[in-house]
C-alpha cells in the first residue's frame, strides 16, 4: 500500500484545528493549496511540519502524526 502524504497532511490539519490550533492547520492545508508541483507542496508542507515540531504545540498523536509525515516526506526528498 502507499502512503498518502496529502491526506496525512489533511488528518493533522483537522487534528489541530480539532485542538484549536487553527491558524497551524491553516498553514498545512494551505501548503495543499497553493502549491503548483508534488515537490513543491511536499517542501512547504515539510517546513510547516518542522515548525510545528520545534515548538510544544499540539497533542502527542498531533506530534506523532507530524513527525511521521516529515520523516516519510524527508525519505522521498532525498
Known amino acids: 500500500m502507499s502512503y498518502d502524504y ?3 497532511a489533511r488528518k493533522l490539519a483537522q ?3 480539532d ?5 497551524r492547520g491553516e498553514k498545512v492545508l ?4 497553493e502549491g ?4 513543491e507542496i511536499l517542501m512547504v508542507i515539510r517546513w510547516n511540519l518542522n515548525e510545528l515540531l520545534s515548538t510544544e504545540l ?3 498523536e498531533a506530534r506523532s502524526c507530524a513527525r511521521r509525515l516529515a520523516e ?7
Open 36 to 39: 503548483f508541483t508534488a515537490t
Open 72 to 78: 516519510k516526506i524527508d525519505i522521498i526528498m532525498k
Open 19 to 23: 485542538e484549536g490550533l487553527n491558524e
Open 58 to 60: 499540539g497533542s502527542a
Open 15 to 17: 487534528l489541530l484545528k
Open 6 to 8: 496529502y491526506a496525512e
Open 30 to 33: 494551505s501548503s495543499l493549496e
